[in-house]
């Protein structure tokens, strides 16, 4: 009789939500920050900057934390692009190394480096900082949130 009441029970859709493994949106994070880095590049492209935001969903909301007093904060994947654009060529040599990533349930926590160069008056400036990104991802694996604290 508990078997046939298992079965029964297994047989209806529960009303849970399904969580993505751990170990997808490591990857897909990974992906992200991978493709993040190529539209950093001094050559990088409109196409660059589209393949990046395709991790997002479309109403995505951004949030930027460069101190708790100097931040900004936009929505929608459309905004994201016209402003990435607006800054292909400011940077150079671009590189992101992941040091740690920590997921639970639709949350990914990912703590990385960043080395770049940035164009200025005078040349080209290097900089060298640690960064960590919070994103939550909804049930198509899309970003629809992303708090950088830089």
């Known amino acids: 009789m508990y078997n046939l009441l298992i079965?029964?029970?297994?047989?209806?859709?529960?009303?849970q939500k399904q969580n993505i493994p751990n170990h997808k949106l490591a990857d897909i994070t990974?992906?992200?920050?991978?493709a993040k880095e190529?539209?950093?590049?001094?050559?990088?492209?409109?196409?660059?900057?589209?393949?990046?935001?395709?991790?997002c969903?479309?109403?995505?909301v951004y949030d930027h934390i460069l101190t708790p007093a100097?931040?900004?904060?936009?929505?929608?994947?459309?905004?994201?692009?016209?402003?990435?654009?607006?800054h292909l060529g400011e940077t150079r040599n671009v590189k992101i190394r992941v040091l740690n990533i920590i997921t639970r349930q639709n949350v990914v926590i990912a703590e990385f480096s960043?080395?770049?160069?940035?164009?200025?008056?005078?040349?080209?400036?290097?900089?060298?900082?640690k960064n960590v990104?919070?994103?939550?991802?909804?049930?198509?694996?899309?970003i629809q949130k992303i708090t950088d604290y830089l």
């Open 57 to 60: 969903g479309d109403s995505v």
């Open 114 to 129: 960043m080395y770049r160069e940035t164009r200025s008056k005078d040349g080209w400036k290097k900089e060298m900082g």
């Open 30 to 34: 990974k992906e992200f920050l991978i």
């Open 7 to 15: 079965v029964i029970i297994s047989m209806f859709p529960t009303s």
């Open 133 to 142: 990104s919070i994103m939550e991802f909804d049930d198509a694996k899309k």
């Open 38 to 55: 190529r539209s950093y590049q001094q050559y990088a492209t409109a196409e660059d900057v589209v393949k990046f935001l395709s991790y």
């Open 70 to 86: 100097k931040k900004f904060s936009f929505t929608g994947k459309d905004i994201w692009k016209r402003g990435a654009i607006s």
